[in-house]
């Protein structure tokens, strides 16, 4: 880890998918603090139940640099893009940072939350119902969606777990 200067600002790395940790290291041999909150969920095979430690934001990483070096950023493998408002980066505080870490470390027990909107094209990736799309149409609870299937040009309302679901984009 480097020595900071006043200039320096966390930006948002958006990446592609499943990369972050190769894209973290690589971003950390250009000698810049990169940070990629994890947290651990289990996996569960036909014959054993695996934790493994993943992304808590898919997609995206946090990189302390000079705006004005961003290009060197850009340039690691598998980057897309510097997430951006109005054309300039956006900079996330270390105040927000600290947050994240200090949660990260807890030892809490960490979900990550889905924020599908009304109207999206969702997937069933888990459960009996595995590989059916079909449109949000209400959030019931904070745990559970209603999902319309649309089957043999009919549909019908499902409750599926949130986690469970995956957009289609």
């Known amino acids: ?42 996996r569960k095979w036909s014959d054993r139940i695996k934790r493994l430690r993943q992304p808590l934001f898919p997609n995206y990483l946090f990189v302390k640099i000079n705006p004005r070096e961003k ?41 990550r939350e889905h924020n599908y909107c009304i109207g999206e094209k969702v997937k069933v990736v888990e459960g009996v119902l595995s590989g059916l799309e079909g449109i949000l149409v209400k959030r019931h609870t904070d745990k559970r969606f209603v999902v319309q299937l649309p089957l043999i040009n009919q549909s019908i309302g499902v409750e599926i777990p949130m986690h469970c679901l995956e957009r289609v984009s």
């Open 1 to 42: 880890m480097c020595v900071s200067s006043p200039e320096e600002k966390w930006l948002v790395v958006y990446t592609k998918p499943k990369l972050e940790k190769k894209i973290a290291a690589e971003i950390a041999s250009m000698a810049y603090e990169c940070y990629l909150p994890l947290y651990t969920v289990a």
């Open 71 to 111: 290009f060197r950023v850009l340039s690691a493998n598998g980057v897309i893009r510097l997430v951006a408002f109005k054309g300039e980066p956006v900079a996330v505080s270390d105040e927000e940072i600290a947050r994240i870490r200090m949660i990260e470390t807890a030892g809490c027990e960490i979900t």
